[in-house]
C-alpha cells in the first residue's frame, strides 16, 4: 500500500462525514450502504489498474465509507435523540461531570439511563447536558439522580447555533428540570472507578488553590487541565491577543510535557510506559477533549513503534486518532476544538520541521554554545509559523481576526511553559512537603508572572491582530498564501531567506497599515442587552462613550462593556449619556460607576421622582453631570464620535445619533410608541439604523415621519420580522450588533 493511501481515505472520510452532518443532503441511509459497496467493487476493478486509479479509489472509498456511516449514526442516534425535543420523562441518571453553577440554578452533564427511566431507545445509556435546581452540596461525577425532565433542542439565540455546538460534543438533545420537587440526588457510597480521575484532577485544583494565589492558581489549571474557569477576563483576553490560547487547552503540548516528565525522571524505556499508564489518567482528568484524544493516540503509536522497533508515521497517526474520533461522533467534526487541533498538527508535520530545518540552517555557522542557546528559539518559531499554515483560515472565519503576535509570544516563552507544567505538576504531587513545597511555589509564581507579563505587553500590540473585515488584511492573507505556495513551487530555485524575507515585509507592510486603521477606526457595539440598552461608541483608542447601561433578567451589562474596553485598550469611559433614568437603561449603572471611571455624564433635563432615579444620582453625584436641555439636535461630546443628541418626552428621554462612516445609527430605545409619534409630527426623522425596543412592535407600526433603511432591537425575546415594510433584525437572531467605518485622516477628505 502506498503510504499516501491512509491520508487519501481520511481525507475523503472527514470531507463526506462533514457534508453530511452540517448540510444534511438526501441521503436514504437504508439504501446507501449497500448501494456504496456496490459501486466500491465496480469501481476497483476499473481503478486498480494503476498509482493513479488506486488513489482515486481510495477517494472513493473514504467519501462513501464517510457519507454511509454518518448517516447511519444520525439516523440511529442523532435523529432519535433530537426526536425526544418537547417530551418530558422521569429520568435516572448519572452525573459524568462537575456542574456550572449559577444564581438558582446548575448545568451538568448526565448520562441517562434509558431501561430505568422508560424511554423507548435502542441504546441503553445517552449523554445530556442538564439544567438541575441547586443542591447544598455540589454535585460530583459519580452522584445518581432522579428527576423529571423536558428535553429540548439547542437554540440558535445570539446567531450561535447551540445544537450543533452540543452535538459536536456527543450530545444529542438537551434537558431542564423544571419541577424541583421531582429532583433528588443520591450519592454513591464510594466513587466509581470510571469517574476517580475526575476527581483526582477536582481535588489537585484544590490543592493548587490552597498553596498558591489565585491568579496563579487559576493559571496553573488552564495549563495543567485545560480548566479557565477561574481565570479573569482580562488574562483570557491577553492569552488570546497574544496568540497564547492553545496552552490554556490541553493538546499535544501538554502530553509531550508529560511524556518530558516521565522521561527525564525515569529514562526513556522506563519513562514511556509510565507515560503511557499516565496518560489513561490524564486523558479523563482533563475531559477527554479531542484536542488531547488525538495527541494521546498519536503519542501511545509512537511509543508502541519505539517498543516494536517499528518506523512511525505522525501523518498516519494523525489520520488514525482522527478516525477514531468521527466513528466515536461524526459530529464532532464541526467542533472547532477539533478542527483547530488536527489542522494545526498538520500544519506542524508537513511545514513545522522543514521550516525548523531552513530556520536552523545558519545556525550551523555559530560556536557550539551559541547554536543551541538560539536553536529552541528557531524551533518555536518554525513550530508557531507551521501550525499556522492551515489554522488561520478557520480562524478567520471563527473570530474573524487571527494573531500575528504569536510567533513572538511564542519565542518569549520558549520552554517556559515546559518548565510551569513540570513545576505544576511536581506542586500537586510534592506540596504537602514544606521546605519543597514552598520552593515549587515561588517558582510556579515567577513563571506565572513571566507568561502573563508576556501575553499582556505582546498583546498590548494591538496592531498585531488583523481583522478579516479590513480590505488590506485579506489581501495581505491571499497574498501571503500565493508567495508559500510559489516558494514550495520553485524551492530549487529561489533561496530560502529571500521568500522568508518577502513574508516578513508582507507582515510588517499590513501590521503597519493595521496600526494606522486601528488609530482612525469609529467603531459601534450594540450589546445583546435583553429589554435594557447598552451601546459603545470608540474612537481609535482615545475617545469612548457609552449610551446606557443596563441588561435585563439574568443579562448584566457591565461585564461584556468591560471585555469590550479591555480588549480595545480602554480604560476609561470619557462620555456617558443616559437615555432615561430607569431600570432598562440604566440597571447596572451604580456597578459600572464603581468599577470604571468615566469622564463625563449626560442625563435628560427632568426625570420621574423613583428611589431607583434617587440610587443612580447619588452613584453620580461625584462626577460632571449635564442635563440635556437643548431642544434641537445637537453635538454631544468629542466630535470624532459622531454623537448627537435630540430631546423628547416633554424632556424626560433622550434619542442618540451616531454618524458612522456613509450612514446613520440613531438609538430611540427609552421612547414608548406614543412618545416617537411627538418626536417626529412636526420635522420627522431619518436613518439608516434604528434602534428600538421590542415595545415598538406591540404597535405594529412606526410613525409616519420616522424613517429608516432597516430596525435593529437588542433584545433576545423577541423574532426577526418587518415592521412598515423595513426589515427588523433582533439579537436573539443575529446576535450583537457590530459597525466600524475608518475615518479620513485629519485635514483628508471624507
Sequence with gaps: MQWYFVPLFTLAFAAAVFVQTGYDPVLQWEWFLPAVAVICVLSATVLCRSAQGRAV???????????????????MVHQPLASLDGKRAAVSAVVTGYPDQYADTQRVALEIDTDQSGISFWMPKFSTAAYLPLTEQPLAPGD??????????????????????????????????????????????????????????????????????????????????????????????????????????????????????????????????????????????????????????????????FFLRREHSALHSLCAALLLLLVQNPYAVNSLSLQLSFLATLGLILFGTPLQRKLCAPLRRLPTAGRKALAPFADAAACSVGASAFTTPVLLHAFGYVSAAAVLANVLTVGVFALLFICGLLLCILGAVPAVGAVLAAAVHGLCAYVTAVAEGVGSLRFLLLSWDFWYVRIGIWVLYALAIAGLLA????????????????????????????????????????????????????????????????????????????????????????????????????????????????????????????????????????????????????????????????????????????????????????????????????????????????????????????????????????????????????????????????????
Excluded at 146 to 162: E, I, P
Excluded at 709 to 715: A, D, E, T, V
Aim: aromatic share 8%.
Design 57 to 75: 479509489l481510495c477517494l472513493l472509498l473514504g467519501a462513501g465509507a464517510g457519507f454511509a456511516y454518518a448517516g447511519l449514526f444520525t439516523g
Design 144 to 305: 445518581r439522580v432522579q428527576a423529571k425532565l423536558s428535553f429540548y433542542t439547542g437554540t440558535d439565540t445570539g446567531g450561535f447555533d447551540r445544537a450543533a455546538y452540543y452535538a459536536g460534543q456527543n450530545v444529542h438533545i438537551l434537558a431542564e428540570c423544571d419541577n424541583p420537587l421531582s429532583f433528588s440526588v443520591e450519592r454513591p457510597p464510594s466513587t466509581p472507578w470510571r469517574f476517580l480521575p475526575q476527581h483526582w484532577a477536582h481535588a489537585l485544583e484544590e490543592r493548587l488553590r490552597d498553596r498558591l494565589n489565585e491568579g496563579d492558581a487559576a493559571l496553573l489549571q488552564g495549563i495543567l487541565f485545560g480548566n479557565t474557569d477561574g481565570l479573569s477576563m482580562e488574562t483570557e483576553q491577553a492569552f488570546q491577543r497574544a496568540g497564547l490560547s492553545h496552552v490554556l487547552a490541553v493538546s499535544g503540548m501538554n502530553v509531550g510535557f508529560l511524556a518530558l516528565f516521565f522521561t527525564l525522571v525515569l529514562g526513556k524505556r522506563v519513562g514511556l510506559i509510565c507515560s503511557l499508564l499516565a496518560l489513561l489518567v490524564f486523558v479523563p482528568m482533563t475531559g477527554a477533549t479531542p484536542s488531547v484524544v488525538r495527541a494521546a493516540v498519536m503519542y501511545a503509536i509512537a511509543a508502541f513503534g
Design 491 to 750: 524551492r530549487r530555485r529561489v533561496p530560502f531567506a529571500y521568500s522568508a524575507a518577502a513574508a516578513c515585509a508582507l507582515v510588517l507592510l499590513v501590521a503597519g497599515l493595521n496600526a494606522d486603521t486601528l488609530s482612525r477606526k469609529h467603531a459601534v457595539e450594540v450589546f445583546s442587552s435583553g429589554s435594557g440598552q447598552c451601546i459603545a461608541v470608540s474612537y481609535g483608542q482615545d475617545q469612548l462613550a457609552v449610551i446606557d447601561c443596563a441588561g435585563a433578567g439574568n443579562q448584566d451589562a457591565v461585564t461584556p462593556l468591560l471585555a469590550y474596553m479591555n480588549w480595545n485598550g480602554f480604560d476609561e469611559i470619557d462620555l456617558l449619556i443616559l437615555t432615561s433614568l430607569d431600570k432598562t437603561h440604566a440597571r447596572d449603572l451604580p456597578t459600572l460607576l464603581q468599577t470604571v471611571p468615566v469622564g463625563q455624564i449626560i442625563l435628560p433635563e427632568t426625570h420621574r421622582e423613583s428611589e431607583f432615579a434617587n440610587q443612580v444620582l447619588d452613584a453620580a453625584a461625584q462626577l460632571p453631570v449635564t442635563r440635556w436641555s437643548a431642544e434641537t439636535e445637537r453635538p454631544a461630546g468629542d466630535t470624532r464620535l459622531g454623537l448627537s443628541l435630540l430631546l423628547g418626552g416633554d424632556g424626560r428621554k433622550l434619542g442618540v445619533r451616531i454618524a458612522q462612516g456613509d450612514r446613520e445609527i440613531l438609538t430611540l430605545h427609552s421612547f414608548t410608541p406614543a412618545m416617537l409619534e411627538a418626536l417626529v409630527q412636526d420635522s420627522g426623522l431619518s436613518c439608516g439604523t434604528l434602534i428600538l425596543s421590542e415595545g415598538a412592535l406591540e404597535e405594529g407600526a412606526l410613525p409616519s415621519g420616522l424613517r429608516a433603511l432597516q430596525i435593529y432591537i437588542p433584545s433576545t425575546y423577541v423574532r426577526s420580522q418587518t415592521l412598515s415594510g423595513v426589515p427588523v433584525q433582533t439579537a436573539r437572531d443575529v446576535g450583537e450588533l457590530h459597525l466600524q467605518s475608518i475615518r479620513p485622516r485629519e485635514g483628508g477628505s471624507a
